[in-house]
């Protein structure tokens, strides 16, 4: 591929071109130099220079560069222990893997922050690349002891990524011998749990299942039990699916093994179904939460439309953050109220959800309303006093669909109103499937990031997707962002509310509130309103500001 002559920019990046102009012989080139090179950094393409013939490359109009205060690299077990250097098995076999010319090298980086401003030039955050390395700290067959720990919750592709995991370390590396360490963080020192081997024929299948074969739990976590029974056992690469709870144990784990100079690494798959892991473009089993979902949507439409007055009312997960719910709305379309943790409603009042609840029954006859199980969590606190914690310490909520039919049908019993409403709650249902086609395809590619990062010898570091490239990255970042909410300013959150043509149900009605019920957007994407009192539509001149999106908002 030609290239554009680089006088005055050593490094000129762009995602979407997915190509880096690197000038071997410009000694400004070096990582350490990169602020200064930004500060004065300007391309000029030279008139007299080869035409470039790539299309691709005539697209390329922005420059993005990386952020040089975040180099987020991951810990590397040499940093604290002698480790080998051992020649990648895949180096033997390319033809057969296909893999010799794709090792990653160790400058290979990938961008976070992709959206371009108005400026020539955008800043980037940057994480390390995944995938195989020509050089392996392990040795892979006499050396590498790796065990597989899911912590947590369900959720769909945990299999999945068990599955891979020990298909790459047996199949790729030829690692000898796998294990799975049952039920959590306590099945490393559990005297009254088996740690079995995971063997190819054990795992070939399990992918078909829901569920986590080596089983999972919440609590039990205590790193000197776990890191003396992972010492005694001789683990060497320890693989931890699981959420952000499992992310800061996990991290916990990494710090004493390394305060101890053991040479292992300490790898995180995140995992929850909820979608609220930060920075990463999304966790496995999200698609497959989604999918399910609506399948209970539409059911609940079909009850719904077939009443008298037919209210659905489906309870999806989401303790914290609307993800699924506000997906799953979108997706089927079939839905007239979304209620999620992040928006706060009430009940009573002009522009309360019972009132909605009548207009939208007057309106169409039947209504189908999602609730995030997280969501309203207030107003049941003012009823319902909970002072449960489950063994991780998540506070255990009472049932917000259970919570709201009570309220509903009550409500409409009093206007002497007739109403049939159905409460549908898949939420276990949703989360022990297996895996869809394009989890299962996430679940393979996490697995394998994973086993190369801990065969180079990197530690305490996470795989995720980024701009849909897979990173490595290092765990205290997931765990210092902590849990991410919806953005009820961001543009996915402002199509929910135009999709749904939901009120801001804020119980007072407001100018707000008003210009929010009724929105439509049209197909060609301009903004419509229709007047919820007097059903006319009109169009304004031009969109209102209420529904712009802020512009440092991430979800998009
Ligand atoms: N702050 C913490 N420090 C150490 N371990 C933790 C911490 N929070 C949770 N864990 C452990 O992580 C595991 C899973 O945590 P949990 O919150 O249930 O799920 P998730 O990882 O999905 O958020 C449990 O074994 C729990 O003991
Ligand atoms: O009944 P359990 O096992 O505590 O799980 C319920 C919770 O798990 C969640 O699905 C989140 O779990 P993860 O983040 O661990 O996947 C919540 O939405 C839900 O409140």
């Known amino acids: 591929m030609s290239r554009p002559p680089t006088q005055h920019a050593p490094i000129v990046r762009s995602n979407t071109l997915e190509a880096v102009f690197i000038d071997p012989d410009d000694p400004l080139q070096s990582r350490q130099d990169l602020p200064k090179v930004i500060k004065h950094a300007r391309v000029t393409y030279d008139d007299?220079?080869?035409?470039?013939?790539s299309p691709r490359l005539e697209r390329f109009s922005k420059i993005i560069f990386p952020r040089p205060s975040h180099p987020l690299q991951p810990a590397r077990i040499s940093e604290w222990t002698n480790i080998g250097s051992f020649p990648s098995p895949l180096q033997n076999n390319p033809s057969q893997l296909n893999l010799g010319l794709s090792f990653v090298g160790s400058r290979e980086t990938i961008l976070v922050d992709i959206i371009s401003d108005a400026e020539n030039t955008t800043m980037s955050r940057e994480l390390?690349?995944?995938?195989?390395?020509?050089e392996l700290a392990f040795h892979p067959s006499?050396?590498?002891r790796p065990c597989i720990v899911t912590c947590g919750g369900l959720c769909p592709g945990l299999n999945s990524v068990i599955r891979e995991l020990v298909m790459t370390l047996k199949k790729m590396y030829r690692v000898s011998r796998v294990d799975g360490i049952p039920f959590g963080y306590r099945g490393f020192y559990s005297?009254?749990?088996t740690i079995a081997e995971l063997t190819e024929e054990r795992v070939c299948d399990i992918h078909h299942e829901g569920g986590s074969i080596i089983g999972s739990s919440r609590g039990g976590h205590d790193t000197k039990r776990i890191c003396d029974s992972i010492v005694a056992m001789g683990y060497n690469q320890i693989f931890i699916i699981g959420g952000d709870g499992t992310h800061r144990g996990a991290v916990k784990i990494f710090e004493e093994l390394k305060r101890r100079r053991v040479m292992a690494s300490v790898v995180g798959i995140p995992k929850t179904i909820d979608n609220d892991i930060a920075l990463i473009d999304k966790s496995f089993g999200f698609d497959t939460a989604v999918?399910?979902?609506?399948?209970?949507i539409k059911c609940a439409k079909i009850e719904a439309k077939?009443?008298?007055n037919g209210i659905g009312l489906v309870k999806l997960m989401g303790r914290h953050s609307g993800q699924i719910a506000m997906f799953a709305t979108l997706a089927s379309r079939d839905v007239?109220?979304?209620?999620?943790?992040?928006?706060?409603?009430?009940?009573?009042g002009k522009a309360g959800l019972f009132q909605y609840i009548e207009d939208t029954l007057r309106r169409k006859g039947h209504m189908v309303i999602v609730v995030a199980e997280g969501a309203g969590l207030e107003l049941i606190e003012r009823e319902i006093e909970s002072s449960d914690f489950d063994e991780s310490g998540n506070k255990k909520l009472s049932d917000v669909g259970l919570w709201l039919k009570t309220h509903i049908v009550s409500d409409f019993r009093m206007r002497g109103r007739e109403i049939n409403l159905k409460l549908i709650d898949p939420t276990y249902e949703i989360r022990s499937v297996p895996a869809n086609a394009s989890d299962n395809l996430h679940c393979s590619l996490l697995a394998q990031s994973a086993v190369h990062g801990a065969m180079h010898g990197f530690s305490g570091f996470s795989v995720g997707m980024i701009n849909t490239h897979f990173v490595l990255i290092p765990m205290e970042e997931i765990c210092r962002r902590g849990r991410t909410k919806v953005d009820v300013k961001s543009r996915m959150w402002h199509r929910v509310i135009a999709t749904t043509m939901q009120p801001s149900l804020s119980g007072e009605s407001s100018h707000h509130g008003a210009s929010?019920?009724?929105?439509?957007?049209?197909?060609?994407?301009?903004?419509t309103f229709r007047n919820a009192n007097s059903n006319s539509v009109f169009k304004p001149a031009s969109q209102p500001t209420v529904f712009e999106p802020d512009e440092d908002s991430e979800d998009e």
Not at 128 to 134: F, L
Not at 336 to 348: G, K, T
Not at 516 to 527: K, Q, R, T, Y
């Open 48 to 53: 007299t220079s080869t035409p470039i013939s």
């Open 128 to 134: 390390v690349r995944a995938g195989p390395r020509k």
């Open 142 to 144: 006499n050396q590498a």
């Open 191 to 193: 005297t009254h749990m």
């Open 291 to 296: 999918e399910e979902a609506q399948r209970s």
């Open 306 to 308: 077939s009443a008298i």
């Open 336 to 348: 007239d109220c979304c209620l999620i943790p992040e928006v706060h409603f009430e009940l009573d």
């Open 516 to 527: 929010m019920h009724g929105l439509i957007e049209a197909l060609d994407g301009s903004l």
